[in-house]
């Protein structure tokens, strides 16, 4: 079982920055590629971005390319989430979910959620 921890979600302004955190339980960390994935009122939840266990590779969502990084450290057993130059359509709960498989960006292909953050942009 691992558990998930999300942190540093607010209420900014557009084209604020925040930095969101998802720190694990598990001390094999590395053996979890990790996903953010996000879901707005009435929305689906949707692929945000992912990282592999081993960090060498990273998708991004075309809606946040250019915009947002995605790093881990998994000596912390973390995820970080560098969002820049935030949008109104960015507002939502960001959720960090991890699996052994891959990145899928379908949300039901993950094993393990946290319970999300809330960001909110206003304009």
């Known amino acids: 079982q691992v558990h998930l921890v999300e942190s540093g979600g607010g209420l900014v302004q557009a084209g604020d920055s925040l930095r969101l955190s998802c720190t694990a339980s598990?001390?094999?960390?590395?053996?979890?590629?990790i996903a953010w994935f996000r879901q707005a009122p009435g929305n689906e939840r949707e692929f945000v971005v992912g990282?592999?266990?081993?960090?060498?590779?990273?998708h991004y969502a075309d809606s946040v390319k250019g915009r947002f990084t995605i790093a881990r450290d998994n000596a912390k057993r973390t995820v970080f989430l560098q969002m820049n130059s935030l949008k109104p359509d960015d507002t939502a709960v960001y959720y960090c979910?991890?699996?052994?498989?891959?990145?899928?960006?379908?949300?039901?292909?993950?094993?393990?959620w946290g319970q999300g953050t809330q960001v909110t942009v206003s304009s």
């Open positions: 979910a991890a699996n052994t498989a891959g990145l899928p960006r379908t949300p039901t292909l993950y094993d393990y």
């Open positions: 598990e001390r094999t960390f590395s053996d979890y590629h």
């Open positions: 990282i592999t266990g081993n960090a060498f590779m990273t």
